[in-house]
């Protein structure tokens, strides 16, 4: 007996399976698109299943072979007479997409139940409740996406339309600029979707070149970005994007030791940032599940165009995943690449390299220094490497001055070319800088 109360429509679902029994187009068009949660009369559940079974076998459907899958249940096997009989196949589509939103109205009346139970429990942590919570509405949710087959003429009529904006940007930066002329010339800026992580070992100046990328996607282009701090505070992240911007040291900054001219430039590049769209977010042990929170409520006030993360080995997976820090650092990098993914936006990660770079003669970091972190190599669209050889002690290359000198060494790019661009370390000033050298090293 169905209930009433509960969100369901016996008419559609009739319609539905009629037409899967009596039309293969309509069968072989819709089938995935549906599980048998989408039925909720019992009956309709036990002749979808063994529709579905016949289907995965490659068998004819029809009142003989649906009499026998269905094992002699007389009640179900005289309900597909009765289907085949009354079947339409109008507006067969639209049907399928109605049983999904009952099902998804049916699935959140369960989960709201759950959770209503969970919350008036004092024992449980009603942060891991909220957790579980928002994971579950986005599986759910997932279930509505009715994603079709598209034949090679319209991905082509797509591909050309991209290729034809890209051609009327002149060659110019054509995403989020990185603010360095040579690293945008191999990847013509960091595109919508690109999950980017930019890696190296301590003291390379990581932060310091994230810090880069987003001052000048702010100055430059004016983007709405969001930088999650998870080493340095807030207070840190102000004072050295103002040494980066003013050109003064870092050192004198963090002492107050100004005189008026540089408070002067002080105030001058504070009247300019704070116009500016960035968010700093400096929680310690941040999750995945409150990162990808906190950007979405920022992204629904005013459409986000970049996220930068420093860094992901100090973010904490999702709790109740369980498994080995490997396995919680892959379900983090995961998270960030579908992150992307959801918000159309590149979304760029720091990330610790292993000590095997200080094996090697050069110190030159290699992509197999990220594979014992869990799957980012894998998940990453873009890996970069920051390689500073001043820092390992070598003055000089081929008899050329290399001070200050630095690469980001681009060793994978799944929509590009590789490469290594030059690029100017100032650490007083905590920033990277073009390099107009052109040194081999």
């Keep these: 007996m169905v209930e009433s109360t509960t969100p369901y429509n016996e008419k559609v679902e009739r319609n539905v399976l009629g037409a899967f029994i009596t039309s293969e187009k309509a069968l072989i068009n819709n089938i995935h698109l549906l599980d048998d949660d989408c039925f909720y009369a019992i009956q309709h559940?036990?002749?979808?299943?063994?529709?579905?079974?016949?289907?995965?076998?490659?068998?004819?459907?029809?009142?003989?072979?649906?009499?026998?899958?269905l094992r002699g249940d007389e009640q179900s096997s005289k309900l597909v007479?009765?289907?085949?009989?009354?079947?339409?196949?109008y507006n067969i589509q639209q049907l399928v997409f109605v049983l999904k939103e009952y099902k998804i109205r049916r699935g959140l009346i369960k989960l709201s139940i759950e959770t209503n139970q969970k919350c008036k429990d004092v024992a449980v942590d009603p942060l891991e409740t909220l957790e579980e919570l928002t994971r579950e509405a986005d599986t759910i949710g997932m279930s509505l996406n009715i994603k079709q087959l598209d034949t090679i003429e319209k991905v082509?009529?797509?591909?050309?339309?991209?290729?034809?904006?890209?051609?009327?940007?002149?060659?110019?930066?054509?995403?989020?600029?990185?603010?360095?002329?040579?690293?945008?010339?191999?990847?013509?800026?960091?595109?919508?979707?690109?999950?980017?992580?930019?890696?190296?070992?301590?003291?390379?100046?990581?932060?310091?070149?994230?810090?880069?990328?987003?001052m000048n996607a702010l100055l430059m282009q004016?983007?709405?970005?969001?930088?999650?701090?998870?080493?340095?505070?807030?207070?840190?992240?102000?004072?050295?994007?103002?040494?980066?911007?003013?050109?003064?040291?870092?050192?004198k900054i963090k002492l107050g030791s100004l005189d008026e001219d540089e408070w002067g430039k002080i105030h001058n590049a504070i009247a300019i940032l704070e116009k500016k769209n960035l968010t700093v977010d400096?929680?310690?042990?941040?999750?995945?599940?409150?990162?990808?929170?906190?950007?979405?409520?920022?992204?629904?006030?005013?459409?986000?165009?970049?996220?930068?993360?420093?860094?992901?080995?100090?973010m904490r997976g999702d709790k109740g995943k369980g498994g080995t820090r490997e396995q919680e650092i892959s379900h983090i990098s995961r998270s960030l690449k579908g992150l992307a993914k959801e918000?159309?936006?590149?979304?760029?990660?720091?990330a610790q390299l292993s000590r095997a770079v200080e094996t090697r003669s050069d110190k030159k970091p290699m992509l197999s220094d990220l594979r014992e972190s869990g799957s980012i190599e894998q998940d990453a669209d873009l890996v970069g490497f920051i390689y500073r050889p001043e820092y390992y002690g070598f003055a000089e290359v081929n008899g050329e001055d290399i001070t200050g000198q630095a690469k980001f060494i681009i060793a994978k790019h799944r929509s590009g070319e590789l490469g290594e661009p030059k690029l100017?370390?100032?650490g007083d000033k905590a920033r990277f800088t073009e390099l107009e050298l052109e040194l081999e090293f």
Excluded at 343 to 350: F, G, N, Q, S, T
């Design 424 to 426: 100017k370390f100032e």
């Design 343 to 350: 918000l159309k936006i590149p979304v760029i990660a720091l």
């Design 45 to 69: 559940k036990n002749i979808f299943n063994a529709i579905k079974n016949l289907f995965d076998k490659n068998y004819s459907i029809d009142l003989i072979t649906l009499d026998n899958e």
């Design 282 to 314: 400096d929680t310690s042990g941040l999750s995945v599940f409150e990162l990808k929170s906190k950007c979405r409520m920022i992204n629904h006030k005013n459409k986000l165009d970049m996220v930068v993360i420093d860094y992901l080995q100090l």
């Design 156 to 214: 082509l009529a797509e591909s050309v339309k991209e290729i034809e904006e890209a051609g009327a940007k002149d060659g110019r930066v054509k995403g989020i600029t990185s603010g360095f002329r040579e690293i945008d010339n191999i990847t013509s800026g960091w595109a919508d979707s690109d999950f980017v992580v930019v890696a190296g070992r301590p003291s390379m100046g990581k932060s310091c070149l994230a810090r880069s990328f987003v």
């Design 81 to 89: 007479v009765d289907l085949s009989i009354e079947a339409s196949l």
């Design 222 to 251: 004016d983007k709405n970005i969001a930088f999650f701090s998870l080493e340095e505070s807030k207070a840190q992240v102000g004072k050295k994007m103002l040494s980066s911007m003013t050109e003064i040291p870092y050192e």
